[in-house]
């Protein structure tokens, strides 16, 4: 049956391993006052997480609804290089369940470390003319999300959100067209964490490392191609938002693009 979208904001957030600031993440949330839900996506999380969503979710202060999805994601970087995107095991695949989840008519892409300003609760609340009815135009909206001096300036916003591709070691959104760019980087976000925290995830092996299928020992053999290119070692966290040591790597890889396709390895799908 086709989802049927409704007026207000669906909050995204993908979860793994996020005990320490999702409560937060979702309590910032709670003084709104036009029409939302609050949609948790849980990916193979071990720790709290899930029992924290399910106690805010018990006392019903708020519309959330919990998903999970038990496949090990490729992290960005190297493994979501190799990946194809027609695999489980990918973000593009990933986000795609995620979308289907949400019923509202705009996404906010919101990650568990996530604390929304008093400043942009009080500016959603009074776009009621964005929010409250249904919008004929399409609309992205860019936000701050803050690291303390660090801003990350994304459009995390948006009702022309249709869902995203493969950018060599990322993945970008993918918009619908004619699409209205709206600034609004005086609304931020706080990160209730370091950029240089590292989430534990990140010392997690690699999804096809113990995997003997035919299609994975393919995809090892094309990741240690890659290693190669940047010097043998892919630092931990190396491709997190804002992570000034990924710049070498990547521009490693991206002068790389034809040695790359080569061997069956594409940068941009």
Not at 78 to 88: M, Q
Not at 99 to 109: H, T
Not at 216 to 234: F, R, T
């Amino acid at each position: 049956m086709e989802n049927i979208i409704t007026i207000g904001i669906s909050f995204m957030i993908r979860a793994k391993n996020e005990e320490k600031t999702i409560e937060t993440a979702i309590l910032s949330l709670s003084e709104l006052k036009i029409p939302y839900e609050i949609i948790v996506i849980l990916n193979d999380c071990t720790d709290q997480t899930k029992n924290i969503v399910q106690k805010l979710i018990k006392e019903g202060n708020q519309p959330i609804s919990i998903y999970e999805y038990n496949y090990k994601i490729s992290r960005p970087g190297l493994e979501n290089l190799v990946t194809p995107i027609s695999f489980p095991q990918s973000p593009i695949k990933f986000y795609q369940f995620c979308l289907d989840k949400c019923k509202r008519e705009w996404i906010f892409r919101y990650d568990a470390d996530f604390q929304a300003s008093p400043k942009l609760i009080d500016w959603l609340n009074n776009s009621t003319q964005l929010f409250c009815q249904k919008s004929s135009l399409f609309y992205k909206i860019r936000l701050a999300a803050k690291f303390g001096n660090i801003s990350n300036n994304e459009y995390y916003l948006s009702n022309a959100f249709v869902g995203v591709s493969k950018y060599t070691f990322w993945e970008v959104p993918i918009w619908q067209q004619q699409t209205i760019n709206l600034e609004h980087t005086d609304l931020c976000i706080y990160h209730n964490s370091q950029l240089s925290e590292v989430k534990s995830y990140w010392y997690e092996k690699s999804w096809f490392e113990n995997d003997l299928s035919e299609e994975a020992v393919k995809i090892k053999g094309k990741y240690k191609i890659c290693l190669e290119l940047i010097g043998g070692i892919e630092p931990i966290g190396m491709a997190r938002a804002s992570n000034p040591e990924c710049d070498k790597p990547f521009l490693k890889i991206l002068s790389s693009k034809s040695f790359l396709e080569s061997n069956d390895i594409f940068l941009n799908l």
